[in-house]
């Protein structure tokens, strides 16, 4: 069973870094997919970066240049490194672990377990 909990979200001026955390408690983090969703008020969920077992990644458009995901397997550990907050960077953000393989992941942005999330203000 998979057990996402993010940690690291909280209130960052414009401009500012935050490192977010996903830890999973489950026993299958090393082979899973990982990767990043925010969702701001009013709005759906997007995607923001994923990461393979492996360390190959993909970012959306507007996380490229300013986060980095990374993951720890040893820690069993994702993380999302946010450079150059803005304020439409708002937003509760969510880990997710896919079962699917990491070509299906990126083409579909299709995952299977998700952690409760964490808030993100940036303000301006």
């Known amino acids: 069973q998979v057990q996402l909990v993010e940690s690291g979200g909280r209130l960052v001026q414009a401009g500012g870094s935050l490192r977010l955390s996903c830890a999973d408690s489950g026993r299958a983090f090393i082979s899973y997919p990982m990767g990043w969703f925010r969702q701001a008020p009013g709005k759906e969920r997007e995607f923001v970066a994923a990461?393979?077992?492996?360390?190959?990644?993909d970012y959306a458009d507007s996380a490229k240049g300013r986060f980095t995901i990374s993951r720890d397997n040893t820690k069993r550990t994702v993380y999302l490194q946010m450079n150059n907050l803005k304020p439409e960077d708002t937003a509760v953000y969510y880990c997710?672990?896919?079962?699917?393989?990491?070509?299906?992941?990126?083409?579909?942005?299709?995952?299977?377990?998700w952690g409760q999330g964490t808030q993100v203000t940036v303000s301006s």
């Open positions: 997710a672990a896919s079962r699917s393989s990491w070509s299906r992941v990126i083409s579909s942005y299709e995952f299977d377990f």
């Open positions: 990461i393979s077992w492996s360390g190959s990644t």
